[in-house]
């Protein structure tokens, strides 16, 4: 984890000239980290990514798009590909009823000084999604900047995607998530004050309140890492995503991590959480009783499953 991150800031704060990388970069794939080297390697201009924030489908059809990583999640991710900002274009409806020339013109070139510009080949802009490649270059070069187009990647399964990774954390595939991805899956939250119930049937659990735009894996038990804030090594531990059946049935899904064999106070604390595996679906038991044995199998089988490390 670092201590000192790249910025994150608006177009108007934005260090200036840039070479930049656009898009939504969610997940930051292999695909993502392309087109992100043709904007570093461009050796023009301070090496930025810019992208919009909100999701425009948020702001046009009120429609919630969940996220892989949210804005300060990609900071300490692209930082090591040598990007020095992460620019966020704030997506309004005013914005959206740009054309794709005034786009072009009034963001790229006119606010962020555009001096090389990298995206994808799916890469589309302006109202109603007018522009596409070919009018990025022919306004950009126009005005004497260059345009890198990247292919889309594949593998031996097609095109990489941020749907495939959404997909995958769907149906609980964790490494299947952290391949596409090329790293782990994680996320984080605050540790919120409980019921205590975990505590009185002897399973205390760290209660975490979780950005409702951060995308998370299926419902279920999971063996899982945990780290608090500046934390080198992580903690093993089991966790819980979803209802709970056995004791409320109607309160809503929570995310409940139980670290193994620690007994640590972690009220108001940040926890980063990369579950491993899935162990089992949710399931209603007879009792407290049934509950808490079955929880002791669930921390076992996790206490195995990472004994092997990371």
């Not at 790293?183 to 760290?206: K, M, S």
């Not at 009783?289 to 195995?304: K, N």
């Amino acid at each position: 984890m670092h201590s000192l991150l790249i910025p994150l800031c608006s177009p108007e704060e934005a260090r200036r000239p840039t070479a930049l990388a656009l898009g939504s970069f969610d997940g930051l794939h292999a695909g993502h980290r392309t087109v992100i080297r043709h904007a570093i390697n461009a050796g023009i201009g301070v090496p930025s990514v810019v992208s919009f924030w909100p999701h425009p489908r948020e702001v046009l059809f009120g429609e919630a798009r969940l996220r892989l990583d949210l804005p300060e999640e990609k900071l300490s991710l692209l930082q090591p590909l040598g990007v020095e900002q992460l620019v966020l274009v704030p997506f309004t409806k005013d914005l959206a009823a740009l054309s794709g020339e005034a786009f072009v013109q009034s963001i790229l070139l006119d606010t962020l000084q555009a001096r090389h510009i990298a995206v994808g080949a799916n890469f589309r802009f302006g109202k109603n999604r007018e522009g596409d490649t070919d009018l990025l270059k022919s306004i950009a070069g126009a005005a004497g900047v260059g345009v890198d187009v990247v292919d889309i990647v594949e593998d031996h399964q097609g095109r990489m995607s941020s749907s495939r990774i959404r997909a995958a954390l769907d149906d609980g595939h964790l490494s299947l998530a952290a391949e596409l991805l090329g790293r782990p899956y994680r996320f984080q939250g605050t540790v919120v004050h409980g019921r205590g119930l975990g505590r009185q049937i002897g399973w205390p659990t760290a209660n975490l309140e979780v950005d409702g735009r951060k995308c998370l894996p299926a419902l279920g038990v999971y063996a899982a890492w945990a780290w608090l804030k500046d934390q080198a090594e992580p903690m093993a531990a089991v966790m819980n995503l979803g209802p709970q059946p056995t004791v409320d049935p109607a309160a809503p899904s929570a995310v409940e991590v139980h670290l193994l064999d620690r007994s640590i106070q972690l009220d108001g604390e940040q926890l980063l959480v990369e579950p491993v595996q899935r162990l089992r679906g949710q399931k209603k038991f007879s009792g407290l009783d049934e509950l808490s044995t079955q929880i002791g199998v669930d921390a076992q089988t996790a206490r195995d499953l990472l004994s092997t490390g990371r």
